[in-house]
Every structure is written in C-alpha cells, then in structure tokens.
C-alpha cells in the first residue's frame, strides 16, 4: 500500500463522502480499486492462522471481509455518524441480521405498522417461527408505542418517513422510550438517508439501510447494512455474518461506494424538484390530496421539518379523485400509462422518477381492510422524483390527469 496523507479532522460530510474509504494499492489508482476476490493469497500458513483466528488483521475470504465492503462500510459509518457499519446483499438481509443478532426466543419487539411490506412480513411471520413475537403500533402514536412495551421487550422498530404515505415518527420520543424500558431503538432511515437525517444524533441505536435505493440512486444494484455502536456491529454482527453468509459481494459495495459520492447533491435536487412537484399537484383539480412531508399541509409537516433537516425528500403519494374505488383505480391506471417519460416501476431513490400503484404492487398482498387501514386506496399513485427538468414531469403527469374526466 503507498503511504496515504491522513484526512485532518472536522471535514464536513460533503468532503467525507468523496475523501473516505480505504488506502490506495501500491499503484495508487485515484478511484478506487474493485476487489472482485472471493479469497486472498495467503504469505504463509502462520500467517493464515492468524488471520483466521482474527488475533491478526489481514483479509482472507469474502465472507468474512473484503476491501472493496470495507470501503463501503466505513464510508456509510462516516455519513451517518456511527462507530462502525456493516454492509449486507440487500437492506431486507440487514433486517434479518439484526433480528438473527439481538433477539431470541421469548423475546418481545415493537414495531411501526406502516413499515416496509417485507418488513412487517420478517417480523410479523418469519422471525414468530422462532418464538420472537411482534406489537405492531400506529406509526404516529408516541402512546401506542409506550402501550406496547412489555418487560421482555428489546427492539423498537421505526421508519420514517414510511411509504407510500411519508408519515413521520418522533425517532428523539421513541429513543428515550425505548432506552427507559431498557430496549434499541431501530431506525430503517432509507427515505431520509444520513444527508437529511441523523437518528443516531437523535438517540437511535441502530439504523438499516437499503442501499439499492438513495446510497446506489441510480437504481443499479441490491445492497443494505447496519450501523451503530462497535460492541453491536463488530461485536455481534460481525461474527454472526461469518457464519450466516448474507454478505455485501464487492462489486455491488463497490457501486455503491461509489455512488454515495454524489448522494448530497442528489438528494437536494431531488428534494427541491419533489417540493415543487407535491406543490403543483396539490393544485390540481383532479388530485384528492397529496403526501409529502415539505408541504404544511401534512399531519406531521412540522416533526418533519425539524427531524429532516428542514426538507421533504423526493417520495411523494397522491391521490387521483374518483366517485368510488373502481372509478379512482381506473383514472389512477389512466395517469400511470399516460407517461412517457416517468418509469412505471416500483423502485424508489433513483434518479429517474419512477411510479408506482401501491395498492396493486408493494400492498398487493394486503387484504382490501388492511390496505384501507394503511390509507393505501385505489386512487393513489406513488411517485419517487428524480433529476429531469420539473416541467417535463409536470406535463407527463398532466396529460394523465388533465383527461381523468373522461375515464368512467
Ligand atoms: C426497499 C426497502 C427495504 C428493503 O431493501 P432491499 O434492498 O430491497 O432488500 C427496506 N426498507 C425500506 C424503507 C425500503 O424502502
């Protein structure tokens, strides 16, 4: 390895995400190496033994380490403020290494019912195969989460702002809920990510991410990780990864890596195109009502803004009129297949807008009542924005809504 001119401290976030990662090779290549290696060239037996007794740093198989995951995962640590990351093959990987690390059976967890699909689906169903068993609360509710706890709780389980509605929980009021009762509070902080919000600043212990989503944006490749405190992440997940296998392959951290380089910038331009969107459809007179935490019309518009760093994000939900839920769901198909520049896709964090009909496709499997209990109705639509020029998306939308009238 050459010699690297170490960072001086207190660089500010925008210089870390483009200046953190690991040493250069011995031919200093500027950007960094992809170690597409399932294992490493060992000097000699002694050595190897060392390496694999973990008594001498040095990598030796993929699964247990690899530079191009560390780069990642010391990047993302960076980001988010946290000791230590772990990276993982998908964000639902991260979920399930977390609840493999810290629970066991008898164990009691709560958790936000307007979480991820797959989320309440692990939770709810997979892990309760192992005897650990899941309160699902109202995400906005403090009191519902406080009413929930049990003294064999030992995860608190939240993210925010959720999909597709964007509702907004207290992650500072959950953290000091959870730590009184002696149990982690969990934040699953892929809308937001590190640049519009911190949950470890704001008392959370853990955060899972997604990295297929914002940290990638360019919608590429799957990967998650956890972050946290050194004793959880190095301590537990760490070597329960060695074991349980979900790891992050090279490449796809690789990616990653590099794509969180451009994360502020994205974020902020996607943000700023979001707000102005949101704005422009809660205008239109065939749209219902529009979700986005930037606008002062959301519930929880003001948590939000102090939470997130003052900006919305760039998920939006909408809601197309309709006389009753056949009529909604028919205009709402009309907007989707009217684009021609937005992708119908059910991805999110990209910098293509996509959209999406979440009653037919990420809440397809939830039963009508479930899906009205969510407020996931027939009519909406949701959009995640990316970096095309506003008006552009703006008339790709209008062609759709501004001809709803005529679809019976
Ligand atoms: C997509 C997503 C996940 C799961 O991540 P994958 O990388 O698809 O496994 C978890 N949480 C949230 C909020 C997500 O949007």
């Known amino acids: 390895m050459t010699t690297e001119r170490p960072l001086p401290p207190g660089l500010h976030p925008d210089t870390l995400a483009v200046r953190v990662g ?14 597409l290696t399932s294992c490493f060239v060992q000097p000699d037996a002694e050595t190897s033994a060392r390496r694999f007794a973990m008594q001498e740093e040095g990598y030796t198989y993929t699964r247990t380490s690899n530079p191009s995951v560390t780069a990642f995962e010391r990047r993302l640590a960076v980001l988010e403020g946290a000791e230590s990351a772990i990276g993982t093959a998908s964000g639902m990987s991260a979920i399930l290494l977390l609840g493999m690390g810290l629970l066991r059976s008898g164990d009691h967890v709560v958790c936000s019912q307007s979480c991820f699909g797959s989320t309440i689906k692990l939770f709810g169903t997979d892990f309760a195969k192992f005897g650990v068993e899941t309160s699902f609360v109202s995400q906005t509710d403090t009191a519902e989460w406080k009413a929930a706890l049990r003294p064999n709780t030992r995860l608190l389980f939240a993210e925010t702002p959720t999909n597709p509605l964007t509702e907004v929980c207290d992650i500072a009021a959950l953290a000091a809920l959870a730590h009184d009762a002696g149990a982690l509070l969990v934040v699953d902080n892929c809308f937001a990510t590190p640049v519009l919000q911190k949950p470890l600043a704001l008392g959370a212990d ?17 990967a998650g990780a956890i972050c946290g405190a050194a004793r ?26 590099k794509g969180m380089e451009t994360l502020g910038i994205r974020v902020a331009a996607q943000s700023a195109n979001a707000l102005e969107i949101a704005r422009w459809l809660e205008q239109h007179p065939a749209v219902e009502r529009v979700y986005y935490p930037g606008l002062p019309s959301h519930p929880q518009h003001r948590l939000a803004m102090a939470q997130q760093s003052g900006v919305g994000g760039s998920v939006i939900a909408f809601n197309v009129k309709g006389d009753d839920a056949t009529q909604a769901r028919a205009r709402a198909f009309h907007v989707i297949d009217s684009t021609r520049v937005c992708s119908i896709a059910t991805n999110l964090g990209d910098v293509r807008t996509l959209l999406s009909h979440p009653a037919s496709t990420s809440h397809g499997r939830l039963s009508e009542a479930q899906r009205q209990a969510a407020g996931v109705v027939q009519g909406m639509i949701r959009l995640s924005v990316g970096l095309e020029h506003v ?18």
């Open 206 to 222: 853990l955060i899972i991410h997604s990295g297929t989503k914002f940290l990638d944006g360019q919608g590429r490749v799957m």
């Open 391 to 408: 008006p552009d998306i703006e008339a790709d939308l209008a062609r759709g809504l501004d001809s709803c009238g005529g679809v019976a």
């Open 22 to 35: 690991i040493e250069r090779s011995q031919y200093g290549e500027h950007s960094e190496a992809l170690y």
């Open 232 to 257: 959880h992440v190095d301590g537990i997940f760490a070597p329960l990864i060695r074991s349980a296998g979900m790891v992050l392959s090279p490449f796809n951290a690789w990616v990653v890596h």
